[in-house]
């Protein structure tokens, strides 16, 4: 594809639900990011793979927090038990890794925890 | 840790003029990569200008410039020109060079930048 692809682009979740976010990266990108921003903590990493890797690299929090890679440029994020303050929008980000240093972002999804 | 920090939360410009954006950060390594993004109202994350640590010649891209001092760890981007279109909010970056710990970006906190016609 031509760019990093997010679904849903809102999200509206019941407290103590799963959700499950999904992250389409661009074709050859090894890395692949997961951030949550929020207006009172800024843009902290939740999770990375790199390479084929199934299994995210997690960055903090983790815990309720995991990522799967089914497919090379796929990701799924998933938050278990969704609290309050789990409500902020995630960003997916995707990079070539050591061959280039940018990382591209899709629009984000924005999850509202209720 | 590295650290990165905007100390400015809102910045103004009038349009067609300049401003100039701060950002400072903190880190032991002496390689690494420091990036300003845009991020307009549609919410996608654009890389508007990339400075690696080695290069002491700063960055520039068009309209958009930095000023980047090593021994101060200070990054700042300089807009000439301002257009509406400009109008966003603006994060600094930091990354390492190694892919130790995944090459994640480090945010600052953003400033929101308003162009005014």
């Known amino acids: 594809g031509a760019g990093v692809s997010q679904s849903p682009r809102y999200k509206v979740a019941k407290r103590g639900r799963d959700v499950a976010l999904r992250c389409d990266s661009i074709?050859?990108?090894?890395?692949l990011y997961w951030y949550r921003q929020t207006l009172g903590q800024g843009s902290e990493v939740l999770t990375y793979?790199?390479?084929?890797?199934?299994?995210?690299k997690s960055g903090r929090p983790s815990g309720r927090f995991s990522a799967e890679r089914p497919e090379r440029s796929v990701s799924t994020l998933k938050i278990q038990r969704t609290e309050q303050g789990d409500s902020a929008v995630y960003l997916c980000?995707?990079?070539?890794?050591?061959?280039?240093?940018?990382?591209?972002f899709g629009q984000g999804t924005r999850l509202t925890v209720v | 840790a590295q650290t990165v920090t905007q100390s400015q939360p809102e910045m103004s410009v009038q349009e067609a003029e300049t401003v100039t954006l701060s950002c400072t950060y903190d880190?032991?390594?002496?390689?690494?990569?420091l990036f300003w993004y845009k991020q307009p109202p549609s919410r996608q994350m654009i890389l508007v200008i990339r400075?690696?640590?080695?290069?002491?010649q700063n960055a520039t891209e068009n309209r958009f410039s930095v000023n980047f001092q090593k021994a101060a760890k200070s990054f700042s981007l300089k807009i000439s020109d301002s257009q509406l279109g400009d109008a966003a909010m603006y994060f600094c970056?930091?990354?390492?060079?190694?892919?130790?710990?995944?090459?994640?970006?480090?945010f600052g906190e953003g400033t929101q930048l308003t162009v005014n016609p």
């Open positions: 980000a995707s990079s070539l890794g050591h061959l280039g240093p940018e990382a591209f």
């Open positions: 074709s050859g990108h090894v890395t």
């Open positions: 793979s790199q390479s084929d890797a199934q299994r995210d």
């Open positions: 880190t032991s390594e002496s390689d690494y990569y």
């Open positions: 400075q690696e640590a080695y290069k002491q």
């Open positions: 970056a930091y990354r390492t060079t190694g892919e130790t710990s995944g090459s994640r970006l480090t």
